[in-house]
């Protein structure tokens, strides 16, 4: 039967519809631009992402962020002291975390096959995922945009030369409320906000 419809062209309405869906003029083609994918796939999978030409658009955003959210600059927790000066504030907490606040920090790559942001040592320390607050804002340049994870992989090597950082992981899934399946078992889900500043 399977054959007759090979040779006669006949498809079943299953396939026409998966058809349709792989053509969509919503997806993204395999051969769009990476920043094209990578926001399509992170918007679907939760993420809100803010796009800015300049440092005052990525400070503005950055304000309007905490205002929607009301929170004070002394509930956002900072590892990395040269970003709190890059967001001109000496207020943020660098010290330890309280309960709601919310994590400012960069990241190592964007991932646009998966829409997942890439994090290592250099970021988040020694601290696991769900170690740190569940709301981050990361800070990010369009020059940090990759394909794939093993090409962000291969930037940290060649930018770390001999000593490449630990706790390498990624963030995909950015709905608190979302129900959890098999696929996402373990992973740590973030209320995440992208402050991304065109670089290129």
Not at 18 to 23: A, K, T
Not at 70 to 80: F, G, P, T
Not at 162 to 186: A, C
């Amino acid at each position: 039967m399977n054959l007759l419809r090979k040779l006669f062209g006949k498809k079943t309405k299953s396939e026409i519809s998966i058809n349709q869906c792989e053509e969509s003029s919503y997806f993204p083609k395999d051969d769009a631009p990476i920043d094209e994918k990578f926001t399509y796939i992170f918007n679907k999978n939760g993420g809100k992402f803010l796009y800015c030409l300049s440092m005052d658009e990525v400070l503005e955003a950055f304000h309007n962020i905490l205002e929607e959210n009301k929170i004070a600059e002394e509930d956002v927790y900072c590892i990395n002291e040269q970003l709190g000066s890059k967001f001109n504030s000496n207020k943020f907490n660098f010290k330890k975390q309280k309960e709601n606040s919310f994590f400012l920090t960069t990241c190592e790559s964007l991932i646009a096959k998966n829409g997942s942001i890439l994090f290592s040592s250099n970021q988040v320390k020694e601290k696991k995922l769900n170690e740190l607050p569940s709301n981050f804002i990361v800070f990010a340049t369009t020059s940090q945009l990759t394909d794939t994870i093993s090409e962000g992989m291969r930037k940290i090597k060649n930018q770390s030369k001999n000593l490449i950082p630990s706790n390498i992981t990624t963030i995909q899934d950015f709905e608190i409320n979302k129900e959890k399946d098999f696929m996402s078992y373990g992973s740590s889900t973030k209320n995440l906000y992208l402050l991304l500043l065109e670089d290129l």
